[in-house]
T-cell receptor, first 112, second 109 residues
């Protein structure tokens, strides 16, 4: 299995609070991605990174920010969480953008 | 806008009963198509990459095929351990994947 660790695995928080999810990889892959998965929807790309300090937006980036200060870590921040951001969040990595992405086991986030 | 539709949404099979899952797509230039398997509470696990129409890939009881508008995942003589949700994802020109919502397969012994 690809060495991807997401933390925390579960989190419950309140509307309006900031939340940061972490993705850590041990594969030294260049590309890292954040997705959300909701019932009835496919995985939707939030943001991705193509190197340290290099990030770009995905399909559903509003309300989210990311940072990558080291190759191995990619952080996803919800500046002020809303109930619509309740979801399961997945991190993925790939060595190049054309190659298959490998996923972590997700963070289940509930915003009350 | 890229669109990926998987059908059926759910599929219940008897052990040994072969079937096929469909992934149809409209995309701005297809660089490739990925198939994944996802178990409950886990992240998607990569199965196959297909790059061009006519290509086929096989792994155990699974075979994936690709045409210009759709891909099929054939499950031959499935076993209960093949129960999972199967996801397809298209790779468009900008390399930002579009995923289908998945087909949940349940195989009964």
């Amino acid at each position: 299995d690809a060495g991807i660790t997401q933390s925390p695995r579960h989190k419950v928080t309140e509307t309006g609070t900031p939340v940061t999810l972490r993705c850590h990889q041990t594969e030294n892959h260049r590309y890292m991605y954040w997705y959300r998965q909701d019932p009835g929807h496919g995985l939707r790309l939030i943001h991705y990174s193509y190197g340290v300090k290099d990030t770009d937006k995905g399909e559903v980036s509003d309300g989210y920010s990311v940072s990558r200060s080291k190759t191995e870590d990619f952080l996803l921040t919800l500046e002020s969480a809303t109930s619509s951001q309740t979801s399961v969040y997945f991190c993925a990595i790939s060595p190049e953008r054309s190659q298959p992405q490998h996923f972590g086991d997700g963070t289940r986030l509930s915003i009350l | 806008e890229d669109q990926v539709t998987q059908s059926p949404e759910a599929l219940r099979l008897q052990e040994g009963e072969s079937s096929s899952l469909n992934c149809s797509y409209t995309v701005s230039g297809l660089r490739g198509l990925f198939w994944y398997r996802q178990d409950p509470g886990k992240g998607p696990e990569f199965l196959f990459t297909l790059y061009s129409a006519g290509e086929e890939k096989e792994k155990e009881r699974l075979k994936a095929t690709l045409t210009k508008k759709e891909s099929f995942l054939h499950i031959t003589a499935p076993k209960p351990e093949d129960s999972a949700t199967y996801l397809c994802a298209v790779v468009p020109n900008d390399y930002k994947l579009s995923f289908g919502a998945g087909t949940t397969v349940t195989v009964r012994a």
